[in-house]
């Protein structure tokens, strides 16, 4: 969980900037900054559950495939 709100500190700081950047609006860019990175940081944290999930069977996988 700490990766996942790692990301999403970075996320949201970048998404102000590039909402302010490009608006010049500090309200725009606020808006940007909550409702895109709130949605990819909860994408992103099942995103990763997934993976470790293929991975974990994609290793049980491996394991059993080995000769005796």
Do not use: D, Q, Y
């Amino acid at each position: 969980m700490t990766k996942t709100l790692s990301f999403a500190s970075l996320h949201f700081t970048v998404a102000f900037l590039l909402g302010w950047l490009f608006t010049g609006s500090l309200l725009v860019g606020g808006a940007l900054a909550l409702v895109e990175p709130a949605c990819n940081t909860v994408v992103f944290h099942f995103h990763e559950k997934v993976w470790k999930r293929i991975e974990r069977r994609r290793a049980e996988r491996a394991m059993r495939a080995m000769p005796v």
